[in-house]
């Protein structure tokens, strides 16, 4: 298995529902990140995982909870979101967190709407 | 802080042309990647660079890493419609950490047109 998995593929919610976004990666890699990425411009970071802890935040909202429960899955919990969050969510993975030359893998996205 | 400065930011061209989209910092970075996405989908891997000088070469895409490993560039050769979408260049800092994120370049949109 040589992919980064996300469901769903769409999610459209409500400013007052709870959701989860899901990443999954069979590959081994050991760092993992959730990414927000507006039409046109670049991802914006939003957390990393490394070993399975969290070790970036990007001053990212409390209505964004992540969750790694081991080292194949990343969850990202949303309460409460408002209109502009509104975007494309990426799950990324790498193989070995600072090594020189290492890549990054994304996943195909999921495309959320804020209601 | 480093940063990564990518032109153009748009580039609309008619099928068969040549185009180049460059990527450039002042700071030193261990490797450059270089992505392609589509709308509504997420960045896909075209190559890495590591070497100073070094020159990749993917069917009718070249890049380059400049030697002070600050800059890098991509050649499209004869461009055709399904070349069309965002190229992103992105890369690791010098020092590295366990966990370091991407830094990204803001993204060249490419329309080719038949």
């Known amino acids: 298995d040589t992919e980064v998995t996300q469901t769903p593929k769409h999610l459209v919610m409500g400013m007052t529902n709870k959701k989860s976004l899901k990443c999954e990666q069979h590959?081994?890699?050991?760092?993992m990140y959730w990414y927000k990425q507006k039409a046109k411009k670049p991802p914006e970071l939003m957390f990393v995982y490394s070993y399975e802890k969290l070790s970036i935040n990007e001053s990212v909202p409390s209505r964004f909870s992540p969750e790694c429960p081991n080292s194949s899955l990343l969850n990202l919990h949303l309460h409460a979101l408002q209109p502009e969050d509104s975007a494309l969510y990426l799950c990324?993975?790498?193989?070995?967190?600072?090594?020189?030359?290492?890549?990054?893998?994304f996943g195909p996205g999921t495309r959320l709407t804020v209601l | 802080t480093q940063l990564l400065e990518q032109s153009p930011q748009f580039l609309s061209i008619q099928e068969g042309e040549n185009l180049t989209v460059y990527c450039n910092s002042s700071s030193v970075f261990s490797s450059l990647q270089w992505y392609r996405q589509e709308p509504g989908e997420g960045p896909v891997l075209l190559v890495t660079v590591v070497t100073g000088g070094e020159v990749k070469k993917l069917k009718r895409l070249t890049f380059q890493f400049g030697d002070a490993r600050k800059d890098s560039s991509l050649h499209i050769t004869a461009a055709q419609p399904g070349d069309t979408g965002l190229y992103l260049c992105a890369g690791f800092g010098h020092s590295g950490q366990a966990g370091t994120a991407l830094i990204f370049g803001k993204g060249t949109t490419l329309s080719v047109s038949s």
């Open positions: 590959m081994g890699h050991r760092a």
């Open positions: 990324a993975s790498e193989p070995t967190p600072g090594s020189r030359g290492d890549e990054q893998f």
